[in-house]
């Protein structure tokens, strides 16, 4: 039996969407176990809203690779192109909702607009946001006479604050003080060769060690060790997709003293190898076929069994 879960309302098998004018779809995924051949390229004629609440996802959008994270905001708008790298979702959870770009209700119809404006198709918030879309969807579980005003608010919330944080222009990862976090980024990016204490971190930033982790807390849902590791990953990506290293190389590079430790921490944070992970490039540069008729909820009704 499938450990991977797609808990979902608004389709003809499912249970009713509370709000189906503004948000027809809402829904909760997760996936324990590495599936393979699970999002292949498609499209949708609604705005679709995923929160990633865990995991390292890479997606395609329009040929566009873009990479999230734990409390990062994936916006594909009607008609775009999107598809999962190497067709695979690796162990990861997600909230997800769709919004109807050609509601009429006049409260959504301003916040639709602004949702419309928003050319991004992620947004960061670097904290934990996830209150309103985990309660948009217990809220539908639960389905008593109050829920449907209530997921009205809900709504409102998830909309007002992503129109909110892509006019703040703090969408850096992590974090809410970018000039802190632009500061340390700059020092590990020009170190990432080097051994790193967060000794060596605090001393650059002015802090003590314990200040530091203090501040460092307030920014990041990460520690300054883990986030050094998730940029050297970062990095080590972007290496491998500009080509011009080897793989052992690109593991000197980043700061990693043995390449196997280097696959493993690879593997541990993306769910493929280097080595897979420049196949998946490859692959997916040359598969160009574009399946128009597939929708995202078709997509997922044949690779995860819906729990009701």
Partial sequence: MSTNILTRFGR?????????????????????????????????????ITYVLDGTLEWIINDQLIVTRPHDILITHPNDKLAILQNSFPVSECLF???????QDPHFQPLIHELQKVYMRKISFGSDNSNPFRRLVDEHDKN??????????????ILVRLARQMRSGENMTPGENSMFQKEIINFLEDNLKLEITVG?????????????????????DLSPVQFLQHLRIETAQRLIREGRLSLTEIAFEVGFNSSQYFSNCFKKQIGLSPREYRTAL?????????????????VMDMHFPVKN
């Fill in 12 to 48: 003809s098998n499912d249970r009713p969407a509370l709000f189906p004018d503004v948000a027809p779809v809402v829904g909760h995924r997760i996936v324990s176990e590495h599936s393979k051949n699970a999002l292949i390229v498609h499209s949708m004629s609604n705005f679709e």
């Fill in 97 to 103: 909702l769709q919004i109807n770009p050609n509601n």
């Fill in 144 to 157: 008593d006479d109050m829920s449907s005003q209530l997921c009205h608010s809900l709504l409102t919330d």
């Fill in 200 to 220: 060596d971190m605090a001393d650059k930033m002015g802090y003590s060690e314990s200040h530091f982790r203090s501040l460092f807390r307030k920014v990041s």
């Fill in 282 to 298: 490859s692959n997916t540069k040359r598969e160009q076929t574009v399946h128009d008729q597939m929708t995202t909820i078709q």
